[in-house]
């Protein structure tokens, strides 16, 4: 069976550790405990663990100094902190020795688990990216032998090699924010810090608090200074993810920003310089949203100095069953399983269909086929009736044209997690016809009387 991840607590209070160690354990995690950094050191040496959590403020040694030990000797961990004693300093400090996760105590148990999941999440993709070669060419876990790919892999080392802005443009699910990881650590910040930032998000009244942070006092509720996403990121890059959702108000706010690379902390009157590589991305076409007059022109040209279009799933051919295998191979091994292969008829059925949900969509539906089914081969019948109805492969199931847009709609629907804007954007219908359809289908799945 596949091994639960382990994970090092260090803290010198014995009542915290016993609380963490307990609610990481419900959720098994094979959890060890250390009281101070000189014991976590060793513990360290004699085994590896895929995570380490540890206090900030503790004596004689600071959890800080354990944060760049393990970052300086230890690649295949992931180090979060947690504090009682939050302060934009230290929280900018701790990102920037490479502390993954920077969580202020008091925290919920939900909070702290979210925070675990996205450090180990960050661990599988680092481990995937060192693996991903052997599948096929690849850039940071970017998979693809088409032409469309390679001209991609290409346009991310030319932007690595350079620190000016990019702006990745393609449809929602392509991997844009995979192509600007590429882009970070391909180049010479690679040892800093990340930050994707969803723009589409956050609301605009919280906006210049989360991107530029706040001072004590700033707003009520403000009871603590706290860093915004521009200062974790120093030293590294920004991701500006969904940036064709902002509003004029913090479009001209992120100007001001791309134009002098300094940010005021709500409720201050000075300026803190930030070290800053600005990546954004957008599934829409600014220049049309210029032209409309819904985004500024000025901002979309400081954005645009490097422009890469990563291609839907249907312009990239063979490349669906590249990603394919390697989606099944992946989730396979989480189940301590054999990976299923395909039939004739699935790859066929597969290559035929037009993918509106590009990677993603796939992606979700390997896992599901994975988990739904024990069958060693993957046929026709096991696929979605939109896909079915694409190939006259093995075992076709005849369904009415009705039926393939429902389940289309369906799939489309649980692909955006039940977000009809979005899902209305990519099957090019507007909400009132979604809503209309999805009233009619689920009046259709009613009894007769």
């Not at 069976?1 to 382990?6: C, F, G, I």
């Not at 022109?297 to 669906?320: A, T, W």
């Not at 804007?421 to 009233?439: C, N, P, S």
Request: aromatic share 6%.
């Amino acid at each position: 069976m596949v091994e639960a991840p382990s994970i090092l607590l260090v803290d010198d209070s014995q009542d915290t550790l016993e609380v963490l160690s307990r609610n990481l354990q419900e959720k098994g995690y094979r959890v060890a405990c250390a009281t101070g950094v000189s014991q976590a050191v060793e513990m360290l040496r004699q085994e590896g663990y895929n995570l380490v959590i540890t206090d900030y403020k503790m004596p004689k040694v600071s959890g800080l100094d354990l944060v760049r030990h393990v970052r300086e000797n230890l690649p295949d961990t992931e180090v979060m902190m947690i504090t009682g004693y939050a302060t934009v300093e230290g929280a900018v400090e701790a990102v920037k020795a490479g502390a993954e996760e920077y969580l202020t105590k008091p925290f919920t148990d939900e909070e702290l688990l979210t925070a675990v999941g996205r450090a180990l999440e960050k661990l599988r993709l680092r481990r995937a990216q060192r693996a991903a070669p052997a599948l096929g060419p690849a850039v940071q876990g970017l998979l693809g032998e088409s032409e469309p790919m390679r001209q991609v892999f290409q346009a991310i080392s030319r932007a690595a090699s350079t620190t000016a802005t990019v702006l990745i443009c393609g449809e929602s699910g392509t991997g844009k924010e995979m192509v600007a990881r590429a882009i970070h650590y391909q180049s010479p910040r690679a040892t800093a810090p990340f930050i994707p930032v969803n723009c589409g998000g956050i609301p605009e009244t919280l906006f210049e608090s989360e991107m530029f942070g706040h001072v004590k006092g700033a707003y009520t509720g403000a009871v603590e200074s706290r860093a915004g996403f521009f200062h974790s990121a120093d030293g590294g890059s920004i991701l500006l993810d969904e940036v064709s959702e902002t509003t004029p108000v913090m479009q001209v706010k992120l100007l001001r920003v791309l134009q002098d690379r300094q940010v005021y902390m709500l409720g201050s009157d000075r300026s803190v310089q930030v070290d800053v590589r600005i990546m954004a991305a957008s599934n829409k076409d600014l220049q049309t949203l210029v032209k409309r007059g819904s985004f500024r022109e000025d901002l979309f040209y400081r954005l645009n100095v490097i422009s890469i279009e990563v291609p839907p799933l249907r312009r990239r051919g063979e490349d669906v069953l590249l990603l394919a295998r390697y989606f099944l191979d992946k989730f396979s091994r989480e189940l301590d399983r054999q990976a299923p292969v395909l039939s004739d008829g699935a790859v066929r059925a597969l290559l035929e269909y037009s993918w509106p949900g590009n990677v993603r969509e796939l992606e979700n539906l390997m896992q599901r086929l994975v988990v739904m089914t024990d069958e060693k081969e993957i046929g026709v019948h096991l696929l979605p009736p939109a896909m079915r109805f694409c190939t006259s492969g093995d075992a076709f199931s005849p369904c009415t044209l009705a039926e393939v847009e429902a389940e289309h709609i369906r799939q489309v629907l649980a692909l955006v997690a039940g977000n009809k804007t979005r899902a209305a954007e990519i099957l090019g219908i507007d909400r009132k016809t979604l809503r209309e359809k999805l009233k009619r289908y689920s009046n259709e799945k009613q009894p007769r009387k």
